[in-house]
DNA sequence: TATAATCATAGCGTATTAATAGGAATTCAA
DNA sequence: TTGAATTCCTATTAATACGCTATGATTATA
């Protein structure tokens, strides 16, 4: 599997975020119950999420997350990728060690085209497209 | 990861076919020798494979394998499929208990949508393509 | 100062994957 | 008819990743 629940949950936290995007904080008991998830499990999505710069978060009473920029300017692609980290499609890309016969593996470009189509794809689609 | 080395070793194989189609059978022992293999490995990869019939196996002496149509005509997507089952980027696709949440899932389209810009580039991509 | 939050870290059970191993069945050829 | 080459079948193992829980520390507001 290329998207796990851990960026599934991510994108279903952005999407709760947009719905309520009024300028206040929202906390995660709230997100955790109308989504019907784990406060706590919650907690470790958002972490990376804000390490991106996709949230701005605010401790203590009243703190809460927020998105950092309207809906509109952000893509699926960046949620997916802060998420999981780069989402390869195949373990040769962005491996940190590079298969040795990188230079006549006849499939290696194919993956790359692939990986092409699929941020493409999601980079284009912003999560103001999902809540219409 | 979405596409797996039993993927990529299909593919690998199949390509190993493609240069060698010349009607005779190929043996597994070769084209292990050829892509550094082991030659135990390479038949479960190819169980599904014979399965799927994409090639056609041959038992006994001077048996092997051989594709069971050009390499133009089959591509990567079947070949992929054949070897992982339905690769879907996305658990919630293709999965036997679809979640209960789907019918106001925001996000299901979404998935639903980039499986088919993956399948249909795989699909696109033919055997012939790769070894040029 | 009490309370409501985010942050950090560790751990556990389960499932998947990669790879190996041993042998059975089949076919051809000498 | 025997032997060698080959595909097929079924386990098993070791390693890894994933989903989730749990515990507590830190921070800021009311």
């Known amino acids: 599997m290329m998207i796990t629940t851990k960026g599934r949950n991510a994108l279903k936290v952005m999407i709760d975020l947009a719905q309520h995007n009024d ?11 109308r989504q019907h998830e784990s406060a706590k499990y919650l907690e470790a999505v958002m972490g990376p999420l804000s390490a991106a710069g996709l949230v701005l978060s ?20 960046e949620i997916i990728v802060a998420a999981e980290g780069p989402l390869a499609p195949v373990s040769c890309l962005y491996s940190d060690v590079p298969c040795e ?22 980079n284009a689609k912003k999560l103001s497209d999902l809540i219409k």
């Open 23 to 33: 300028g206040a904080n929202v906390s995660l008991t709230d997100i955790a119950e």
């Open 58 to 77: 605010a401790r203590g009473k009243s703190g809460g997350y927020r998105l950092a920029k309207p809906a509109e300017e952000c893509s699926v692609g």
């Open 101 to 122: 016969n990188a230079a006549n593996c006849l499939s290696l470009p194919l993956w790359k085209e692939l990986d092409e189509v699929i941020m493409n794809f999601l």
